[in-house]
């Protein structure tokens, strides 16, 4: 049986909410343990009571649902966040914080069902969320990047290589270039399928390979050539990159059609 944990500010709604539940309870058996009407006390209400599931409105005084759902994704056994809410104007911010689902008042039963039915195997508490995040289907089809104040979704399918400098990773696609504050470790250990790395600084997508070319390596005051290096050459962009030698196998066996 889900643990739920209700939190809105208005307590109609959190009535609402609980009738919807006992109205589905036959094809999605919940508990509320507990309910919250503000942010603060709604991360003091997760902590003592460790919910499965979170049913989070957004507009709330004081810490908003948003930045809510951040305190709890940061921690070892996050809950599930669906966020239930009368706006669609957060749906972007919800989608960076990894909701698992995003409900618009007047809930619809069906649609709470489909939210509840996606955090189910969570009911056994064997595992926890994090455990099962990748059965869930958690790796985002987008790369959420923030753009002279406007929110804008990348998809991971347009991405040809993720490129860490300084503090930033560039994100390249065919036609242009993002910049995130996300980390190219955490990059890799959400999308490490669908990218391999090819130097300490840069994941590039296995599907955007067209091929390799050796590069000889400068000729020396001796008058010996240097080793030289392979580079990667890309499908959709004339730029070639540098693989370092000991990602050079990884990189070569990632290139190779399956068979």
């Known amino acids: 049986m889900l643990r739920i944990l209700i939190v809105d500010d208005e307590p109609p709604a959190r009535a609402r909410i609980r009738q919807l539940l006992d109205d589905v309870a036959a094809e999605v058996p919940a508990s509320v343990v507990g309910e919250a009407d503000r942010g603060a006390a709604a991360l ?33 056994q996050p809950p599930a966040i669906v966020f239930v809410t009368a706006y669609d104007e957060h749906a972007l911010q919800a989608f960076e914080v990894r909701a698992l689902d995003y409900l618009l008042k007047p809930v619809r039963a069906d649609r709470l069902v489909a939210a509840l039915q996606r ?41 040809v290589y993720l490129r ?16 995130t504050e996300e980390s190219l470790t955490s990059l890799e250990s959400e999308f490490g399928e669908r990218f391999v790395r090819i130097h300490r600084n840069a994941l590039v997508a296995k599907k ?25 050459l890309l499908k959709e962009l004339p730029e070639r990159l540098p693989i370092s030698r000991r990602q050079w196998p990884a990189v070569k066996a990632a290139a190779k059609p399956a068979s």
């Not at 390596?217 to 030289?228: H, M, Q, T, Y």
């Open 164 to 179: 860490a400098e300084l503090k930033y990773v560039t994100i390249r696609t065919a036609t242009r270039e993002h910049l």
């Open 208 to 232: 955007s390979i067209h091929g390799f070319q050796r590069v000889k390596g400068e000729i020396a005051e001796d008058g010996e050539s240097g080793e030289g290096h392979w580079e990667v």
């Open 44 to 76: 003091d209400a997760a902590d003592r009571l460790q919910p499965d599931v979170v049913l989070l409105d957004i507009h709330m005084p004081g810490m908003n649902g948003i930045e809510v759902a951040r305190h709890l994704a940061a921690r070892s």
């Open 119 to 159: 955090a189910r195997p969570l009911a056994t508490h064997e595992p926890r969320l994090a455990e099962v995040a990748q059965s869930l289907g958690s790796e985002r089809s987008h790369i959420t990047v923030s753009e002279r104040g406007r929110m804008i979704l990348v998809p991971i399918d347009n991405v």
